[in-house]
Each structure stands twice: as structure tokens, then as C-alpha cells.
């Protein structure tokens, strides 16, 4: 990527890194909101990708190709997914958990999108261990990991997963630098994107399974198209200097 550096969110003081937020027997500990320092680090690590390879963040070539992806619940398709994903330039990273129907949250669900002819990748946690595919890229601090709105699901990650993310790049943190009036997904997607997302499954109960295929298509939207709104958002920072 050249001069640009990813964003470590231990170093840099977000709540789910190490310095601001703890896992243990206890659960998921730590301050919420993200903090004046990390806030300041996504912003410059936003800029510095204005020198960078603004091409690792490319447009979906269709919709119709952000609905496809592939489920992954056995250890041969988990393979095929490591096979595509250690050439992966940038991720975009979601996870569903079960909070709303179970006595406490569990990852249910981890989203992974690929730019390029990367695609879409819904891997099932509950059915296969996620961890040793992922923790390679996810914890290597040259390769952009972008997420929305990604407080909860970075405890989710180092607690469930043992996963310490170090790329970190979080499009809700600069949609509120650059003073957007709506920062959700949702809203940011409309506006940027012209995509409607769907809030039908927003309390889903993701440990059930089967999952319908209308569910996955829901949790698939919510990476299928963050390197598109990062591109955008980029191009936004430049503009605002």
C-alpha cells in the first residue's frame, strides 16, 4: 500500500483494543464510544490512503453480484476461502451474534467481503473453527480490515475468536469526522450508493439453523458494500482538503 499505515486499535486507544478494553472470565469489558485519540488515528489513516491505492477500495461491478457469496460451515470450504483470502489486498468484516434470543452474545456469524473477484463469504463459527483462517489477515497490521460502527464486534472478535484486530478501519468513525447527519449503514449506503438495506432481520435469531437464505443475503449487505462507501469516503476527505 505503499505510504500508507494501517491502524492498530490497541496502539491507537479504541475500546476494543488491549490499552482501552479487556476480555476475560468476566466477558467483554471496556469504555464505550471510541476515543478522541483513535477517532484523530482514522482520520489521518483515512488521508494517508489519498497517497495510497484508492483501488483497493473499488465499486461492486452489480447488486446482483453483491448477492452472491458462499456458506461456509465445513473444513473444506473453509480451505477454499483461506485459498482466496491470503491474496486479499483489503477485507471488509461483519459479524452477527445471538444477544437478543440467548442469555448472552456468541458470534454466529462472521461476513467477509473481498474486493475484486474476491466475493462474498459467510463463514458459520458454529460449525467450523473460523479462527486459524482469519486470525492471519486480521491480525496483520498491512492489511486494511474495514467494518462499520465496529465497537462491539471487536470484543466479539478477541473474546470469542482470541482475535486482535490490527488494520482497523471504521467508515461510522469518519461518516462522524466528516459531520454526515446520518451515520449509520443504512443511511450512508442511501446516500453515497443509492442501496437500500433492509432492516427485516435486525434481530434475528443467528444461532438458529438452518438460516433462510433471505437472512444470509441480509448479513451478506452488510459488507458487500463497504469498500465502495470507503471509496466514497475518501474521495469526500480529499475534497474537504
Known amino acids: 500500500m505503499g505510504a500508507t499505515e494501517p491502524l492498530d486499535c ?6 476494543g483494543g488491549r490499552r482501552q478494553g479487556t476480555v476475560g472470565s468476566e466477558g467483554l469489558t471496556g469504555t464505550k464510544g471510541a476515543s478522541g485519540d483513535y477517532k484523530c488515528a482514522q482520520l489521518k489513516y483515512f488521508r494517508r490512503l489519498l497517497v495510497g491505492d484508492v483501488s483497493l477500495f473499488p465499486d461492486p461491478v452489480s447488486h446482483l453480484a453483491c448477492m452472491n457469496f458462499e456458506y ?4 473444506e470450504g473453509l480451505a477454499r476461502f483461506v485459498e482466496v483470502l491470503i491474496s486479499a489486498p483489503s477485507v471488509a468484516l461483519d459479524l452477527e451474534a445471538a444477544g437478543f434470543h ?27 473453527d473460523v479462527s486459524p483462517a ?3 489477515i486480521l491480525e496483520d497490521r498491512t492489511i486494511p480490515v474495514l467494518m462499520h460502527g465496529s465497537d462491539f464486534d471487536l470484543r ?10 490490527r488494520g482497523l478501519l471504521d467508515t461510522q468513525v469518519v461518516a462522524t469526522l466528516l459531520g454526515e447527519p446520518g451515520i449509520g449503514l443504512a443511511a450512508l449506503l442511501e446516500k453515497y450508493a443509492g442501496i437500500k438495506l433492509a432492516k427485516k432481520y435486525q434481530r ?18 452488510d459488507t458487500a458494500w463497504l469498500h465502495a462507501l470507503t471509496r466514497k469516503l475518501v ?6 482538503g
Do not use: F
Open 10 to 15: 490497541a496502539e491507537a486507544g479504541h475500546p
Open 72 to 75: 461456509i460451515d465445513t473444513p
Open 102 to 128: 440467548r442469555y448472552s452474545d456468541r458470534v454466529c456469524l462472521v461476513q467477509i467481503t473481498l474486493p475484486g473477484d474476491g466475493g462474498n463469504w459467510v463463514l458459520d463459527p458454529l460449525a467450523v
Open 134 to 136: 482469519l486470525r492471519p
Open 156 to 165: 466479539l472478535l478477541q473474546r470469542d475468536l482470541g482475535i486482535s484486530l
Open 204 to 221: 434475528a435469531d443467528w444461532a438458529k439453523r438452518p438460516l433462510q437464505r433471505e437472512m444470509l443475503e441480509y448479513a451478506v449487505n
Open 235 to 240: 474521495l469526500q476527505l480529499e475534497q474537504h
